[in-house]
T-cell receptor
Framework: AQSVTQLGSHVSVSEGALVLLRCNYSSSVPPYLFWYVQYPNQGLQLLLK??????LVKGINGFEAEFKKSETSFHLTKPSAHMSDAAEYFC????????????FGTGTKLQVIP | NAGVMQNPRHLVRRRGQEARLRCSPMKGHSHVYWYRQLPEEGLKFMVYLQKENIIDESGMPKERFSAEFPKEGPSILRIQQVVRGDSAAYFC???????????????FGQGTRLTVV
């Protein structure tokens, strides 16, 4: 069984400030990890994913995340927030070797303050 | 290459009616997944289908809900005798055959927002 915990359902940052969205996972096997973004009334868009290899993953729109096995974490960061980053972000996990059944966290709404 | 297409985008049904949600996967994709997003919650897996086969329906409610992915045409999620608690956003995702390795991105549609009145 696998699960995802996102700490903080709402995060507010000032424009230009660091964005840090936290994600911890639980998985019985080495996981595949994802971050998705959802804009209001839209579907989910993949920001980045970790499967194997380098633990620091770079995604679109300047976001990156680091897989830390010892901490079972996959936190999402961006050095400088932009107004257009305001959205809801979902961390997700799937188990390799099977099909793409993804378990999502409950989401974090990011507010960017001008 | 069009993305995953879901229709309708918005659907209003009265209690007791049937809701039919459609999902056309991306071209070349043979795997379809349905997820439900209740208000203020994350997405919950419902069902995974391949053409003409239900592979995993562990997330589907035991009653009133069914899904199919016929050889021809879109995948259909059907909800019979809808109740207010069925009001949610229903998302479809698709992935290519390589998804059996578990490392292939699933592409999501824009969802169908069902409102039961």
């Amino acid at each position: 069984a696998q699960s995802v915990t996102q700490l903080g359902s709402h995060v507010s940052v000032s424009e230009g400030a660091l964005v840090l969205l936290r994600c911890n996972y639980s998985s019985s096997v080495p996981p595949y990890l994802f971050w998705y973004v959802q804009y209001p009334n839209q579907g989910l868009q993949l920001l980045l994913k970790y499967t194997t290899g380098a633990t620091l993953v770079k995604g679109i729109n300047g976001f990156e995340a680091e897989f830390k096995k010892s901490e079972t974490s996959f936190h999402l960061t961006k050095p400088s927030a932009h107004m257009s980053d305001a959205a809801e972000y979902f961390c997700a996990v799937s188990e390799p070797g099977g099909y793409q059944k993804v378990t999502f966290g409950t989401g974090t709404k990011l507010q960017v303050i001008p | 290459n069009a993305g995953v297409m879901q229709n309708p985008r918005h659907l209003v049904r009265r209690r007791g009616q049937e809701a039919r949600l459609r999902c056309s996967p991306m071209k070349g994709h043979s795997h379809v997944y349905w997820y439900r997003q209740l208000p203020e919650e994350g997405l919950k897996f419902m069902v995974y289908l391949q053409k003409e086969n239900i592979i995993d329906e562990s997330g589907m409610p035991k009653e009133r809900f069914s899904a199919e992915f016929p050889k021809e045409g879109p995948s259909i999620l059907r909800i019979q005798q809808v109740v207010r608690g069925d009001s949610a956003a229903y998302f479809c995702a698709s992935s290519p055959p390589g998804a059996v390795q578990g490392n292939t991105e699933a592409f999501f549609g824009q969802g169908t927002r069902l409102t039961v009145v």
